[in-house]
């Protein structure tokens, strides 16, 4: 997250000639760009600006008017997304139907230490609804009878909530790249593996099929290619023998809900950042936040011997006889 700067989002269908028409017009208006990404995936064009509007000629409400006006001339749909619209932020989950992680998050809602408002919760079935109505929240439920998501009433219903982030609490649909590329890195998900192994569903049955001996989970940023966006935390564990996929679950479901959590939270407070498809820390001198595994590891593994010339080279060498 850029505190500093507006954020400027266009999606749509891949058309020639759409940078050049969105960057005039914020060229004519003052506006500065400071950093420019695009891509286009499924025929999606994406476009992500980061710019500066302190000396812009014009108001926040007729930059947005404006922009919405071309967008709808190109075709695109553009958002704006000023510094002062973060200073509350405000999270919306997405769920299936495994609880643990919606009710670890409420948890930390509710206890205060979570640094946002849940906003909205949205499933693709309605099991969780008891649970997002016990902590007064409000719930909506986009799928069919088959769990198919509406994803034109998802981006409505984030639209409307203006999600700060969006947190994929075991959210069993894969995001098309229509959404994922409007919230381009605002959304977490986490996943039962230590990604990069065993990505897609049943991850927890591939490490056992594969006979890991450690297995795990991962919260990441999604992006539009399934379980490969940049890893915030891991948590890991042993495999018992023998052990089933439910076993498995047991043991790997109150980490998921830790690690999405701590991830949500470096996110929120700002003190991870992305650089070439690796998280890291922004200030690493000045955080207790550790994105691998404790400290206490490092200790605990050996640290030698390494490759090189070691001292057991000297040590075997024979000693030189004494001249007669």
Same mark, same amino acid.
């Given at each position: 997250?850029?505190?500093?700067?507006?954020?400027?989002?266009?999606?749509?269908?891949?058309?020639?000639?759409?940078?050049?028409?969105?960057?005039?017009?914020?060229?004519?208006?003052?506006? =500065?760009?400071?950093?420019?990404?695009?891509?286009?995936? @499924?025929?999606?064009?994406?476009?992500?600006?980061? &710019?500066?509007?302190?000396?812009?000629?014009?108001?926040? @409400?007729?930059?947005?008017?404006?922009?919405?006006?071309?967008?709808?001339?190109?075709?695109?749909?553009?958002?704006?997304?000023?510094?002062?619209?973060?200073?509350?932020?405000?999270?919306?989950?997405?769920?299936?139907?495994?609880?643990?992680?919606?009710?670890?998050?409420?948890?930390?809602?509710?206890?205060?230490?979570?640094?946002?408002?849940?906003?909205? &919760?949205?499933?693709?079935?309605?099991?969780?609804?008891?649970?997002?109505? /016990?902590?007064?929240?409000?719930?909506?439920?986009?799928?069919?009878? /088959?769990?198919?998501?509406?994803? +034109?009433?998802?981006?409505?219903?984030?639209?409307?909530?203006?999600?700060?982030?969006?947190?994929?609490?075991? #959210?069993?649909?894969?995001?098309?790249?229509?959404?994922?590329?409007?919230?381009?890195?605002?959304?977490?998900?986490?996943?039962?593996?230590?990604?990069?192994?065993?990505?897609?569903?049943?991850? #927890?049955?591939?490490?056992?099929?594969?006979?890991?001996?450690?297995?795990?989970?991962?919260?990441? #940023?999604?992006?539009?290619?399934?379980?490969?966006?940049?890893?915030?935390?891991?948590?890991?564990? =042993?495999?018992?023998?023998?052990?089933?996929? @439910?076993?498995?679950?047991?043991?790997?479901?109150?980490?998921?809900? @830790?690690?999405?959590?701590?991830?949500? /939270?470096?996110?929120?407070?700002?003190?991870?950042?992305?650089?070439?498809?690796?998280? /890291?820390?922004?200030?690493?001198?000045?955080?207790?936040?550790?994105?691998?595994?404790? +400290?206490?590891?490092?200790?605990?593994?050996?640290?030698?011997?390494?490759?090189?010339?070691?001292?057991?080279?000297?040590?075997?060498?024979?000693?030189?006889?004494?001249?007669?």
């Amino acid at each position: 997250m850029r505190h500093a700067l507006t954020e400027i989002t266009v999606v749509g269908e891949d058309e020639t000639g759409l940078i050049a028409e969105v960057t005039s017009l914020l060229f004519e208006r003052g506006i =500065n760009i400071e950093d420019l990404d695009q891509a286009v995936r @499924e025929g999606v064009f994406r476009m992500t600006m980061h &710019v500066d509007t302190a000396d812009m000629v014009t108001t926040e @409400e007729k930059l947005r008017e404006d922009l919405t006006e071309l967008g709808e001339e190109l075709g695109v749909d553009t958002q704006v997304r000023f510094p002062a619209d973060r200073e509350t932020q405000s999270i919306a989950v997405l769920v299936t139907k495994e609880s643990h992680c919606l009710e670890a998050l409420f948890e930390s809602w509710a206890n205060g230490d979570l640094g946002a408002d849940i906003e909205v &919760v949205i499933g693709n079935h309605d099991d969780l609804e008891p649970l997002a109505q /016990k902590y007064d929240v409000p719930f909506h439920d986009i799928g069919d009878e /088959k769990g198919t998501p509406d994803e +034109e009433r998802l981006l409505d219903l984030l639209a409307e909530y203006d999600a700060d982030l969006i947190a994929l609490a075991r #959210y069993m649909r894969i995001l098309s790249p229509d959404v994922v590329f409007r919230y381009e890195s605002r959304i977490i998900n986490v996943h039962p593996s230590l990604l990069p192994s065993f990505p897609g569903a049943s991850a #927890y049955m591939q490490a056992i099929e594969e006979g890991v001996r450690i297995a795990g989970v991962t919260a990441h #940023y999604v992006t539009t290619d399934l379980d490969q966006g940049p890893i915030i935390t891991q948590r890991a564990f =042993n495999v018992p023998d023998d052990a089933t996929e @439910e076993e498995l679950q047991t043991l790997g479901q109150p980490l998921e809900a @830790e690690a999405l959590i701590e991830a949500i /939270k470096l996110h929120l407070s700002d003190e991870v950042t992305v650089h070439r498809g690796r998280t /890291k820390l922004r200030d690493p001198d000045n955080t207790d936040a550790q994105l691998g595994a404790p +400290e206490e590891l490092d200790h605990e593994n050996p640290d030698r011997p390494i490759d090189g010339l070691g001292e057991f080279v000297a040590d075997d060498e024979p000693e030189a006889e004494a001249d007669d």
